[in-house]
Protein backbone atom coordinates (compact mmCIF):
# COMPACT_ATOMS: atom_id res chain seq x y z
CA UNK A 1 0.00 0.00 0.00
CA UNK A 2 1.18 3.79 -0.87
CA UNK A 3 0.96 6.16 2.02
CA UNK A 4 1.51 9.70 1.54
CA UNK A 5 1.27 12.60 4.61
CA UNK A 6 0.33 15.64 4.14
CA UNK A 7 1.31 18.12 7.46
CA UNK A 8 -0.01 22.10 8.14
CA UNK A 9 2.62 24.37 8.31
CA UNK A 10 0.47 27.55 9.13
CA UNK A 11 -2.31 29.55 7.24
CA UNK A 12 -2.88 27.63 4.22
CA UNK A 13 0.25 26.34 3.58
CA UNK A 14 1.63 22.60 4.08
CA UNK A 15 4.28 19.94 2.84
CA UNK A 16 3.40 16.57 1.50
CA UNK A 17 5.25 13.87 1.81
CA UNK A 18 5.34 10.39 -0.35
CA UNK A 19 6.22 6.93 0.71
CA UNK A 20 9.82 7.92 -0.51
CA UNK A 21 10.01 10.89 1.93
CA UNK A 22 10.22 13.23 -1.10
CA UNK A 23 8.19 16.19 -0.49
CA UNK A 24 6.57 19.01 -2.29
CA UNK A 25 5.11 22.38 -1.04
CA UNK A 26 1.24 22.98 -1.07
CA UNK A 27 -0.83 26.04 -0.52
CA UNK A 28 -4.06 27.67 -0.73
CA UNK A 29 -5.46 28.68 -4.18
CA UNK A 30 -4.24 32.71 -3.33
CA UNK A 31 -1.63 31.75 -1.09
CA UNK A 32 1.38 32.01 -3.42
CA UNK A 33 4.12 29.75 -1.96
CA UNK A 34 3.07 26.38 -2.86
CA UNK A 35 1.36 24.32 -5.43
CA UNK A 36 -2.64 24.31 -5.22
CA UNK A 37 -4.00 20.81 -4.65
CA UNK A 38 -6.14 20.75 -7.97
CA UNK A 39 -3.42 21.78 -10.19
CA UNK A 40 -1.04 18.85 -8.28
CA UNK A 41 -3.58 17.03 -9.71
CA UNK A 42 -2.82 18.08 -13.31
CA UNK A 43 1.10 17.80 -12.53
CA UNK A 44 0.37 14.34 -11.32
CA UNK A 45 -0.93 13.47 -14.64
CA UNK A 46 1.77 14.83 -17.09
CA UNK A 47 4.61 13.23 -15.17
CA UNK A 48 2.88 10.42 -15.19
CA UNK A 49 2.58 9.87 -18.58
CA UNK A 50 6.09 11.37 -18.87
CA UNK A 51 7.03 8.56 -16.97
CA UNK A 52 5.46 6.18 -19.67
CA UNK A 53 6.77 7.92 -22.18
CA UNK A 54 10.06 7.81 -22.09
CA UNK A 55 10.09 3.90 -20.92
CA UNK A 56 8.18 3.30 -24.15
CA UNK A 57 10.37 5.32 -26.55
CA UNK A 58 13.53 4.30 -24.92
CA UNK A 59 12.33 0.47 -25.46
CA UNK A 60 11.45 1.23 -29.13
CA UNK A 61 15.36 2.69 -29.13
CA UNK A 62 14.04 6.07 -30.02
CA UNK A 63 16.57 8.78 -27.79
CA UNK A 64 15.14 11.05 -26.35
CA UNK A 65 16.74 14.64 -26.56
CA UNK A 66 13.95 16.68 -24.64
CA UNK A 67 10.58 15.93 -23.68
CA UNK A 68 7.57 18.74 -22.08
CA UNK A 69 4.32 18.04 -21.37
CA UNK A 70 1.55 20.55 -20.55
CA UNK A 71 -1.67 19.54 -19.18
CA UNK A 72 -4.62 21.82 -18.96
CA UNK A 73 -7.84 21.73 -17.39
CA UNK A 74 -11.34 22.93 -17.61
CA UNK A 75 -13.52 22.82 -14.01
CA UNK A 76 -17.12 22.87 -13.00
CA UNK A 77 -17.95 26.44 -12.13
CA UNK A 78 -19.19 25.21 -9.07
CA UNK A 79 -17.90 23.29 -5.94
CA UNK A 80 -16.32 21.05 -6.01
CA UNK A 81 -14.61 22.50 -8.88
CA UNK A 82 -14.45 19.06 -10.74
CA UNK A 83 -12.32 19.11 -13.59
CA UNK A 84 -14.31 17.52 -16.58
CA UNK A 85 -11.85 17.99 -19.16
CA UNK A 86 -8.16 17.96 -19.41
CA UNK A 87 -5.59 18.44 -22.19
CA UNK A 88 -2.22 16.57 -22.46
CA UNK A 89 0.10 18.47 -24.58
CA UNK A 90 3.56 17.07 -25.54
CA UNK A 91 6.52 18.32 -27.00
CA UNK A 92 9.13 15.82 -27.47
CA UNK A 93 12.79 16.02 -29.34
CA UNK A 94 15.39 13.32 -30.28
CA UNK A 95 16.42 10.98 -33.23
CA UNK A 96 14.29 9.25 -34.80
CA UNK A 97 11.49 10.19 -33.07
CA UNK A 98 8.46 9.05 -35.60
CA UNK A 99 4.91 10.28 -35.32
CA UNK A 100 4.26 6.66 -34.99
CA UNK A 101 6.28 5.81 -32.36
CA UNK A 102 5.11 9.18 -30.35
CA UNK A 103 1.54 8.27 -30.89
CA UNK A 104 1.99 4.60 -29.67
CA UNK A 105 4.05 5.57 -26.74
CA UNK A 106 1.42 8.39 -25.79
CA UNK A 107 -1.28 6.06 -26.60
CA UNK A 108 0.22 3.40 -24.14
CA UNK A 109 0.36 5.84 -21.19
CA UNK A 110 -3.17 7.11 -21.54
CA UNK A 111 -4.74 3.65 -22.23
CA UNK A 112 -2.99 1.22 -20.30
CA UNK A 113 -0.03 2.37 -18.29
CA UNK A 114 -0.86 6.15 -16.20
CA UNK A 115 -2.43 5.63 -13.32
CA UNK A 116 -3.43 8.51 -12.61
CA UNK A 117 -5.30 8.88 -16.31
CA UNK A 118 -6.70 5.85 -15.45
CA UNK A 119 -8.00 7.08 -12.01
CA UNK A 120 -9.06 10.89 -13.54
CA UNK A 121 -10.73 9.49 -16.65
CA UNK A 122 -13.71 8.17 -14.81
CA UNK A 123 -14.64 12.09 -14.04
CA UNK A 124 -12.91 13.93 -17.03
CA UNK A 125 -12.18 13.80 -20.11
CA UNK A 126 -8.88 13.32 -21.20
CA UNK A 127 -7.79 14.75 -24.76
CA UNK A 128 -3.78 14.70 -26.34
CA UNK A 129 -2.10 16.27 -28.98
CA UNK A 130 1.93 16.61 -29.36
CA UNK A 131 4.36 17.94 -31.56
CA UNK A 132 8.13 16.54 -32.32
CA UNK A 133 10.49 19.46 -32.48
CA UNK A 134 13.27 18.68 -34.74
CA UNK A 135 16.88 20.16 -34.69
CA UNK A 136 17.66 22.67 -36.65
Same mark, same amino acid.
Given at each position: ?????V???K??H????? /???????????K? #?????P /???????????? /??????????K?????????T??????????W???????? %???????L??????????? /???? %????????? #?V?E????F??????
Amino acid at each position: MVKTTVHWLKDRHFVGTD /SNNHSVVLSGQKE #GIGVSP /SETLLIALASCS /SVDVVEILEKKRKKLTMLEVTASGERDPDPPWAYRKIHVH %YRLGGQGLTDKAVVQAIQL /SQDK %YCSVAATVR #GVAEISYDFEIITDE
